[in-house]
C-alpha cells in the first residue's frame, strides 16, 4: 500500500522567512496530494491540494509542487507570520470511482519565531 | 467551521465497553470518512462510506464498525475497547472539486479509555 514520509519533523522559522516541508510517497497510482494544518486540539483544515497533472499550484503565501518521476511534492510557505505556527500534514490518495484512502505523513511542527 | 459535525466531543469510558460516535456531514456532501489519531499513529485513515454504502477501507480493527443512514449521517461503533484505543476520532466529508474530493474534517471526538 501507499506510504508516505513527511520532513523535517520540526521546523523553527524566523518571521518573514519561508518554510519548506517535503514528503515522498511510494505508490505511482497516487494522483491527488492535499495539505493540512492543524492547530493544537482542532480540526486538520485544508490549506491547498494538487492533482498529478499539474506541476505546480499557488494560492497567496502557500505554493505546492509535485515531482511525479521523483514521487516527491513540497509545500512552501513565504512571508511567514506567527499565525501559521501549527502542525502541517500531507497526504496522498488514489481517487479510483470515488473510493479516497488517504495516507498521511507524520507531521512537521513548524514554529514561527517573532 | 468546516460544516461536519461530531458528537460528543468527549467521551471517557472504561476498557471492554463500547462506545458510538456520530457525524453528520456538510449539507450535499455525500461521503463520509472517519480517521483516527493517536500520538503513536498520526492520522489513520479507518473507513469511507458514499450515500450509505462502503467504499474504501483502511486499517480498520474488527472491533470498529461504521455505518452511514439514509440522512447521511454515520455513526463509528467501537466495541472491546482497549486502552490503546484511546484517540482523537474524526470524520470527514468530501465535495468534488477541480477532479477530485476534498475532504473537509469535523471537529473531533476525543475517545479516554481508562
Known amino acids: 500500500g501507499e506510504n508516505v514520509e513527511q520532513h523535517p519533523s520540526t521546523l523553527s522559522v524566523q518571521e518573514g522567512d519561508s518554510a519548506v516541508i517535503k514528503c515522498t510517497y511510494s505508490d505511482s497510482a497516487s494522483n491527488y496530494f492535499p495539505w493540512y494544518k492543524q492547530e493544537l486540539g482542532k480540526r486538520p483544515q485544508l490549506i491547498i491540494d494538487i492533482r498529478s497533472n499539474v506541476g505546480e499550484k499557488k494560492d497567496q503565501r502557500i505554493a505546492v509542487t509535485l515531482n511525479k518521476t521523483a514521487k516527491h511534492f513540497s509545500l512552501h510557505i513565504t512571508e511567514t507570520q506567527p499565525e501559521d505556527s501549527a502542525v502541517y500534514f500531507c497526504?496522498?490518495?488514489?481517487?479510483?470511482?470515488?473510493?479516497?484512502?488517504?495516507?498521511f505523513g507524520q507531521g512537521t511542527r513548524l514554529t514561527i519565531n517573532p | 467551521d468546516s460544516g461536519v459535525t461530531q458528537t460528543p466531543k468527549h467521551l471517557i469510558t472504561a476498557t471492554g465497553q463500547r462506545v458510538t460516535l456520530r457525524c453528520s456531514p456538510r449539507?450535499?456532501?455525500?461521503?463520509v470518512y472517519w480517521y483516527q489519531q493517536s500520538l503513536d499513529q498520526g492520522l489513520q485513515f479507518l473507513i469511507q462510506?458514499?450515500?450509505?454504502?462502503?467504499?474504501a477501507k483502511g486499517n480498520i480493527l474488527e472491533r470498529f464498525s461504521a455505518q452511514q443512514f439514509p440522512d447521511l449521517h454515520s455513526e463509528l461503533n467501537l466495541s472491546s475497547l482497549e486502552l490503546g484505543d484511546s484517540a482523537l476520532y474524526f470524520c470527514?466529508?468530501?465535495?468534488?472539486?477541480?477532479?477530485?474530493?476534498?475532504?473537509?474534517f469535523g471537529p473531533g471526538t476525543r475517545l479516554t479509555v481508562t
Open positions: 470527514a466529508s468530501s465535495v468534488y472539486s477541480g477532479g477530485t474530493y476534498e475532504q473537509y
Open positions: 449539507s450535499g456532501d455525500l461521503s
Open positions: 462510506y458514499y450515500n450509505g454504502e462502503e467504499r
Open positions: 497526504a496522498a490518495s488514489s481517487d479510483h470511482q470515488g473510493a479516497q484512502k488517504l495516507v
